[in-house]
């Protein structure tokens, strides 16, 4: 038998997953519906910095809700949503991905050296 930790992250995220799915996945999809598309394919939301929702009991970035509930990831304390636009108050699935804090600092280095190429998004 193999152990595997889950941390109370993960663990809240698998509990979603079995119980509440559809309703998180409803509350998602009403967060994106509530955003303005930009120019550039972003999705923001009408906040000053990155949205937050509350769902469940716990609260966290609107981008890490709709990013773990769309793909069905229970992602970890130690994971991180990133941006591939750069752009902290998109919430569109299609510009986040699962990465560490190390891969979030060198977007953030490559970012302020090249800007964003959304032709690649």
Known sequence: MEFEYADASQQWFEAVFK???EGARSRASSLILEGSKTNTGCIVTPTQGARKVRFMGRQMPAYRFIFCIQNQVSASYDDV????CN????INPDHLELGSRGENLQ?????AANGVDYDLL
Do not use: A, T
């Open 19 to 21: 119980d509440h799915q």
């Open 107 to 111: 977007d953030e280095r490559e970012f």
């Open 87 to 90: 752009n902290r108050r998109c």
């Open 81 to 84: 949503v990133r941006h591939r």
